[in-house]
């Protein structure tokens, strides 16, 4: 039996929690479709509600959250709602970052990062270093982001390192992908409906639990969010094995 830690009021057990769920946060634009307001409308909605998620972790005790912000794919998208998004990004860091930061909040960036505005860049830097020492919670945010990306990139870097071969094992692969150091998602959250993982975390999440759930993004709320640790905590996780007894 796992241990009990607490968990806001009530304690629950230490191996039902996730120590890292990934979510992948869509719906905001039809969030804002259902409201007829503008797609962008659904992001600024969307971005608020991150805020909310984070205390949420932060209260649970989630060691990790990875947000799923902006894909590889998604620079597809028409150029206003691409410049939309990224000035909402900077408008986020400008003014959370402190706050995150006097609530131990450590902010990680995965994705790439070289083709993203230099000012962007700067400020994703910034907000990285400053809060690097802080333990309380992890949020890692997925921005340019794309699974196949990460692993090709991976894949470039072991070659150049001139690494043999043989020494290339699940260990050492992952000691190159950008979520090195974090331990893999237990649950992937996926709001808004969708039964796919739109290349989030395709080789971290191969034995993560999936939940989806109808609601958009930006109504994701604490709650949501516990309905999503409860049918995670009755999930009996096998990796391959047969169930254990008892
Ligand atoms: C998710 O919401 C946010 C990003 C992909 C940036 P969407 O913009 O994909 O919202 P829908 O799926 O169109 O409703
Ligand atoms: C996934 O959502 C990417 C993010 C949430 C940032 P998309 O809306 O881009 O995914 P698809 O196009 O429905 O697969
Ligand atoms: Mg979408």
């Known amino acids: 039996m796992g241990r009990a830690r607490k968990n806001g009021s009530s304690s629950v057990e230490l191996d039902k929690v996730p120590r890292h769920i990934g979510i992948i946060m869509d719906g905001n634009g039809r969030w804002a479709q259902k409201r ?39 620079w597809e998208r028409p150029q206003s709602e691409v410049r939309g998004l990224m000035l909402l990004v900077n408008h986020v860091i400008d003014n959370e970052t402190e706050e995150l930061h006097r609530n131990g909040v450590c902010v990680r960036h995965i994705g790439d990062l070289s083709h993203l505005d230099e000012g962007l860049q700067r400020k994703i830097r910034w907000a990285t270093e400053l809060t690097s ?11 340019n982001y794309g699974g196949r990306a990460e692993i090709v990139s991976a894949v470039r870097q072991i070659m150049r390192n001139g690494i043999p071969p043989e020494q290339v094992d699940e260990t050492l692969f992952g000691s190159y992908l950008q979520s090195a150091g974090l331990p893999d998602p237990d649950l992937v959250i996926r709001t808004a409906g969708e039964m796919r993982l739109s290349n989030f975390l395709i080789w971290q999440a191969a034995y993560a639990e999936y939940y989806s759930t109808s609601t958009y993004w930006p109504d994701f709320d604490e709650e949501e969010l516990r309905s999503a640790l409860a049918a995670y905590a009755k999930r009996q996780r096998r990796f391959g094995r047969l169930p254990s007894k008892g």
């Open 133 to 143: 020492d802080n333990k309380r919670l992890i949020i890692n945010v997925a921005l």
């Open 36 to 74: 007829g307001l503008p797609r962008l409308a659904g992001h600024r909605a969307g971005a608020e509600n991150i805020r909310r998620i984070v205390k949420a972790c932060v209260e649970l005790s989630i060691e990790v959250l990875t947000v799923f912000a902006f894909s590889t794919e998604n």
